[in-house]
């Protein structure tokens, strides 16, 4: 960086010192990961026969999901609003006008 009052070096002039070029490899600070130790795999076998084996993931798959709401208690006064009435489709199907999408008409 030029010192104030200083211009910056000509880019163009072979005589400018330049300070040497270095390389650091991207890989000078990696570090492999390590193994995970090896289990017993009886036990594994044992483990996964205990809870049901694939049978058993197959069903908790096909289970439907848990409510996340908690259900408001039976004491809860009810709404004082009916909802809203669903708002009907347009006769023509809601799919606008005919020539709509450049067809004839």
């Known amino acids: 960086m030029p010192v104030l009052g200083q211009s910056r070096p000509d880019p163009a002039d072979p005589a400018i010192q330049v300070p040497p ?6 890989f000078a600070d990696y570090r492999p990961l390590d193994e ?9 076998n044992d483990e996964v026969g205990r809870i049901g084996g694939w049978r058993a ?7 439907p ?6 259900p408001a208690p039976a004491s ?6 009916a909802p809203p009435a669903a708002v009907p489709a347009p006769a023509s199907g809601g799919h606008g006008q005919h020539g709509m ?5």
Not at 21 to 26: D, E, N, P, Q
Not at 36 to 44: E, H, I, K, Y
Not at 65 to 70: R, S, Y
Request: charged content about 20%; aromatic content about 8%.
């Open 36 to 44: 995970a130790p090896v289990g017993d795999w009886r036990a594994a």
């Open 65 to 70: 999901d848990k409510p996340t709401a908690v």
């Open 101 to 105: 999408h450049g067809g004839k008409q």
């Open 21 to 26: 070029a270095t390389y650091r490899s991207a």
């Open 57 to 63: 993931y197959a069903r908790e798959a096909q289970a």
């Open 76 to 81: 809860a006064a009810p709404p004082t609003a």
